[in-house]
């Protein structure tokens, strides 16, 4: 099943750090099977804090979202991220096909 990296990204400074993040990141997203999913586009805040964007960044499981983030790769370019954003970032696991609400009570 998939994994994920999700974030939510406020207060972004676009400036020459953020222009290199997004210029090298795909490429460490390659090895592992990474694809964007939700990056920029139209987004609408329903509830809470519209301050931010969200991002979805795809992987073909939960181990690799895990392998990407800790990579070499994605280490050396995460500051430029941290150092011109806030925000939050999680990795998770699909939840599968039959998942329902109250399989989490289990």
């Known amino acids: 099943m998939p994994g994920y990296a999700i974030a939510h990204l406020h207060d972004v400074d676009v400036n020459a750090g953020i222009v290199e993040y997004l210029e090298r990141i795909d490429s460490t997203l390659a090895p592992f099977g990474g694809k964007f999913l939700v990056h920029g586009g139209n987004q609408l805040a329903m509830e809470g804090p519209a301050n931010g964007i969200a991002v979805v960044i795809e992987f ?4 690799a979202v895990q ?10 370019i995460l500051p ?3 150092e011109n954003a806030l925000g939050t970032a999680i990795l998770a696991e699909d939840c599968g096909v039959d998942h329902i609400a109250t399989d989490v009570l289990k």
């Open 67 to 76: 392998d990407w983030y800790r990579s070499p790769a994605y280490q050396a």
């Open 80 to 82: 430029l991220r941290t």
């Open 60 to 63: 073909p499981d939960y181990q």
